[in-house]
């Protein structure tokens, strides 16, 4: 049995739709709620599943997508149910298993809805999808084999990642011809410009900057340089864990959404928290874009624009190796001059050594060459959701 089948609210059923059920727990910030909504969105959408998200955490996700409901334990979201999850019992109103089952970031399941797979006459496709890496180990160990100790279950490890072997990660089919149009349409880019800021597009030779980052001791001697730079730079902020720097800056009692300061060279605007479908926007009317954890992270590299990683912070600087690999991805084929310069600036903007925008800035030219090539190669590993998709089709054949 499908996994929405039953649920009356859903107005797009149809018959024989493979079902699936995604959980997630959300642990920290937006990255987990916000990889798990675009891939529910993706497989309904793309590939005709009927999906079921269970979320533990409803605030941050209303954060991505502003109309969903707070107070309801169910409701349908464009043909996808959302459930909240009370982790560990609760597994909806009404129990039933899905064709495939995602574990996201080793969420534990509900042990009453694992011991309904296990009765299942046909036992799910079941995944646990993992956090992206650009580590090689991630290759070897993507659609590993993980036997349950007790029932006749298997669960397979499903690992995003950007290199060859892996789960690739989640692309829409439309995203390139989408950001070709906003890129070749004057009107829709001054429309942006108006109704996030208030103001018209900058002038040519005014460096456009996005910055979403997270607590960060390099921001404040970062916004400096933008500050007294030789050239114009016009800095766009979501509105988020760096608004009091950027408010400290100018002098001002905090930066919220809709907020316009300037000093020197620098131009700032504070822009609302967007929904997952208007941040791209974002990005293709910057030339350089800061991004953080996850998601933003995948989305820069489709915008084919350069982009500076802040990578989650883990004790211990684990997290270091991985920014490296991710690096040695992205900056391969680079003059040698150019990628020093955006190692240093990566490493620096990560809590090791001094941003230099100066330096970078020289180099911005040869980065967005890259970062073209770039989203051409990360193409050919293929997207998340149809790696996913395939593979779950020869698991219930």
Not at 117 to 129: S, V, Y
Not at 195 to 202: C, L, V, Y
Not at 276 to 283: E, F, G, I, S
Not at 360 to 365: A, V
Request: aromatic share 12%; hydrophobic share 45%.
């Amino acid at each position: 049995m499908s996994a929405n089948a039953s649920a009356s609210e859903s107005s797009s059923t149809v018959p024989n739709a493979i079902g699936c059920d995604i959980f997630c727990a959300v642990i920290d910030n937006f990255g987990d709620i916000g990889v798990c909504w675009r891939l529910a969105r993706q497989l309904a959408a793309e590939h005709g599943w009927q999906v079921r998200v269970f979320v533990d955490e409803l605030h941050a996700f209303q954060k991505l997508y502003p109309s969903l409901a707070l107070d309801r334990a169910r409701q349908n979201i464009g043909g996808i149910v959302i459930e909240h999850w009370h982790e560990p019992e609760y597994a909806g109103d009404m129990l039933e298993v899905a064709d495939v089952v995602i574990e996201a970031f080793a969420c534990e399941l509900p042990p009453v809805y694992v011991a309904a797979m296990a009765r299942r006459e046909h036992a799910p496709a079941w995944f646990n999808l993992d956090y992206l890496s650009a580590e090689d180990w991630v290759a070897d160990f993507h659609l590993r084999p993980s036997p349950h100790p007790r029932y006749p279950l298997t669960k397979t490890f499903f690992f995003p990642g950007i290199g060859p072997g892996t789960g690739g990660v989640l692309k829409e089919k439309h995203l390139d011809a989408a950001r070709a149009a906003f890129e070749t349409s004057a009107s829709a880019r001054d429309t942006w410009w108006r109704e996030a800021t208030g103001h018209a597009q900058p002038p040519e030779g005014t460096t456009v900057v996005s910055l979403f980052a997270y607590e960060n001791r390099a921001v404040d001697d970062l916004l400096a340089q933008w500050r007294d730079s030789a050239e114009p730079v016009i800095l766009l902020v979501p509105e988020g864990c760096i608004s009091g720097a950027v408010a400290r800056l100018f002098g001002l009692p905090a930066f919220a959404a809709g907020t316009h300061a300037e000093s020197g060279n620098l131009r700032a605007f504070a822009l609302a928290f967007t929904e997952q479908t208007a941040y791209d926007a974002l990005l293709w009317v910057s030339h350089i874009n800061f991004v953080r954890g996850e998601d933003s992270f995948v989305r820069a590299q489709w915008a084919a624009r350069p982009f500076i990683w802040h990578i989650y912070p883990q004790a211990d600087d684990a997290h270091l190796p991985k920014l490296d690999a991710a690096l040695a991805h992205y900056a391969r084929g680079l003059p040698s001059d150019a990628h020093d310069a955006i190692a240093r600036f990566w490493h620096a903007w990560n809590g090791a050594g001094r941003s230099d925008w100066a330096e970078l800035q020289r180099y911005l030219p040869a980065l967005q060459e890259r970062a073209v090539d770039w989203a051409g190669e990360l193409a050919e590993v293929g997207d998340l959701a149809g790696n996913l998709a395939l593979f779950a089709k020869t698991q219930l054949k």
